[in-house]
């Protein structure tokens, strides 16, 4: 898998607005940094302006990063220790403080590549893009077995393209002015981590992600959404 300059950029670009998100949260002192590299493997689910779904695109691969950060909803290693109101009545219910502190937020900049490929009429033609964006979401953290864990996220982000060509034959027409792949695109979907604490500072995990976009379909326009199936390795800083 070939990752191209512009991808390298766009790490550059993720990696600046990291730095302003951190300056934004940084009150809210984060438990988790962390780092994720990985695989998009991605479906370009077009309809046509008679509504009609076009079969003859194919499942596309590309590259993935991302950094974020994570927030406990409640941290019963330090914050049960607060004199804060909000604190002191967690103290005295243990239970609820519990469960909460399996539950977290997190917050990412990412860096996508989306792409497909496909044939009409033996004429062979392939999307390749670059998407940059935010996504947040929460997550519950299932309790450690022999430091092994799951987590569970719903996830919503919003990716916007900063470079992108459709090669038909040979010839490239560029997707960032295409009414289709233009504008913000909005993703909901799910994911599940494999996580194992290596020690006190240190997680590593296996993630696999699930997002789509929600177009609704238009009366005599085309409809482009996008399902997109991420695989990624990573580490958490605690």
């Avoid at 949260?25 to 009609?52: C, H, I, K, P, W």
């Avoid at 077995?145 to 010839?171: A, T």
Wanted: glycine share 8%; proline share 2%.
């Amino acid at each position: 898998m070939k990752i191209s300059l512009l991808f390298i950029k766009a790490i550059v670009l993720v990696l600046i607005l990291l730095v302003l998100i951190c300056g934004v949260l940084n009150d809210l002192r984060a438990q988790t940094y962390q780092l994720e590299m990985g695989t998009n493997v991605t479906s370009f689910q077009f309809r046509n302006s008679e509504g009609t779904d076009i079969d003859f695109l194919k499942n596309g691969s590309g590259s993935s990063f991302k950094l974020g950060v994570e927030y406990k909803l409640i941290d019963t290693t330090k914050d049960i220790s607060s004199s804060s109101r909000k604190f002191i009545y967690f103290s005295q219910k243990p239970r609820i403080a519990s469960l909460l502190s399996m539950f977290h937020i997190d917050f990412q900049v990412e860096a996508n590549q989306l792409n497909a490929v496909g044939d009409n009429q033996s004429i062979p033609f392939s999307y390749q893009t670059n998407f940059v964006g935010l996504s947040g979401g929460l997550g519950f953290n299932s309790p450690q077995i022999k430091q092994w864990s799951l987590n569970l996220q719903s996830k919503i982000s919003g990716h916007k393209i900063i470079q992108g060509n459709q090669e038909v034959g040979n010839q490239f027409i560029d997707l960032t002015h295409d009414s289709q792949f233009s504008p913000i695109q909005l993703f909901a979907g799910l994911g599940i981590q494999l996580q194992k604490k290596v020690n006190e500072n240190l997680v590593l995990f296996l993630n696999f992600q699930r997002m789509q976009t929600f177009h609704r379909e238009a009366l005599g326009k085309p409809t482009l959404n996008f399902l997109n199936n991420t695989i990624s390795i990573g580490i958490k800083l605690l």
